[in-house]
T-cell receptor
Framework: QQQVKQSPQSLIVQKGGISIINCAYENTAFDYFPWYQQFPGKGPALLIAIRPDVSEKKEGRFTISFNKSAKQFSLHIMDSQPGDSATYFC?????????????FGDGTTLTVKP | EPEVTQTPSHQVTQMGQEVILRCVPISNHLYFYWYRQILGQKVEFLVSFYNNEISEKSEIFDDQFSVERPDGSNFTLKIRSTKLEDSAMYFCAIGTGGADTQYFGPGTRLTVL
């Protein structure tokens, strides 16, 4: 079964700082790595995703860095804002499922202090 | 972004009772999923559904659980005899299949007393 290890469990950053969340996976057959953002009482919402043919993808203040050889990918939030305070999950698809079920990391609770 | 609605938003039930959670995708998608999230924990896969049948299910999805699309639109999750440990947020998700993007609904909070 696909294991996805996410760190840190919680993160406190000052406004304007950089938030970095890491994720490690086991199976090298996957081709899609999303990050989800979840606010209290809401469902996970896709934030940004990357395919392993590139090493980095940037969308606004959010960047995914992907290291295929190390089987790791990370989320960087530049100029972190209090509104970014949420729980972030990395996910990876299961290798034997054509229906693309996702295994989620344990989540990182980000708090951005004003 | 495709829209997914779920009803009810909160369901309180007694242990041993049956509950049905509903998901209504606004757009036409092929793949449907149910996930659950116990308070403070990670999101866990329950089941995927394609072409009116289960594609894959996790070990959590035992005989107490069932899914169906009774009218080709609503996608339902039924728990036949709820247990205390079934208390969680249940999320419906839709997708186009493969390992592509999945869009999550707002969730149903199930509380089993």
């Amino acid at each position: 079964q696909q294991q996805v290890k996410q760190s840190p469990q919680s993160l406190i950053v000052q406004k304007g700082g950089i938030s970095i969340i890491n994720c490690a996976y086991e199976n090298t057959a996957f081709d899609y790595f999303p990050w989800y953002q979840q606010f209290p009482g809401k469902g996970p919402a896709l934030l940004i995703a990357i395919r392993p043919d590139v090493s980095e993808k940037k969308e606004g203040r959010f960047t995914i860095s992907f290291n295929k050889s190390a089987k790791q990918f990370s989320l960087h939030i530049m100029d972190s804002q209090p509104g970014d305070s949420a729980t972030y999950f990395c996910a990876a698809p299961h290798d034997t499922s054509r229906a693309g079920k996702s295994t989620f990391g344990d989540g990182t609770t980000l708090t951005v202090k004003p | 972004e495709p829209e997914v609605t779920q009803t009810p938003s909160h369901q309180v039930t007694q242990m041993g009772q049956e509950v049905i959670l509903r998901c209504v995708p606004i757009s036409n998608h092929l793949y449907f999923y149910w996930y659950r999230q116990i308070l403070g924990q990670k999101v866990e896969f329950l089941v995927s559904f394609y072409n009116n049948e289960i594609s894959e299910k996790s070990e959590i999805f035992d005989d107490q659980f069932s899914v169906e699309r009774p009218d080709g639109s609503n996608f339902t999750l039924k728990i036949r005899s709820t247990k205390l440990e079934d208390s969680a947020m249940y999320f419906c998700a839709i997708g186009t299949g493969g390992a592509d993007t999945q869009y999550f609904g707002p969730g149903t909070r199930l509380t089993v007393l």
